[in-house]
Nanobody, 129 residues
Framework: QVQLVESGGGLVQAGASLTLSCAAS????????VGWFRQAPGKEREFVSA????????YYADPVKGRFTISRDNAKSTVYLQMNSLKPEDTAVYYC??????????????????????WGQGTQVTVSS
């Protein structure tokens, strides 16, 4: 069965860095776009970042652009989200998700949660002021 497992969350001070990992199993990893989403209490789940099948294209939501970097290692079936200069407003549960985009990737859909086929359980990121 398909499984996505996030790790690396924690409690840090504003300005600190964290790197999240998303490890996948049960799927042909290189066939999937992988995205990161986050959800704060009382708010809708929002798009954070996404990366194409072989890492050639990356996408970022405006609030994280310039601070977060997404990458992937297909040999390890793992996607990473490096988060720098963290702010209290980054506090949320972070989820990774996989979207089968073989043979065609449609860039306009990468920020849409309903387009993703599989989701992880989430990892908590808390940034204190």
């Amino acid at each position: 069965q398909v499984q996505l497992v996030e790790s690396g969350g924690g409690l840090v001070q504003a300005g600190a860095s964290l790197t999240l990992s998303c490890a996948a199993s049960g799927l042909t990893f290189s066939d999937y776009l992988v995205g990161w989403f986050r959800q704060a209490p009382g708010k809708e789940r929002e798009f954070v970042s996404a990366i194409s099948r072989h890492g050639g294209r990356t996408y970022y939501a405006d609030p994280v652009k310039g601070r977060f970097t997404i990458s992937r290692d297909n040999a390890k079936s793992t996607v990473y989200l490096q988060m720098n200069s963290l702010k209290p407003e980054d506090t949320a549960v972070y989820y990774c998700a996989a979207d089968r985009e073989y043979p065609i990737l449609v860039p306009a859909t990468v920020s849409l949660p309903n387009e993703y086929d599989f989701w992880g359980q989430g990892t908590q990121v808390t940034v204190s002021s």
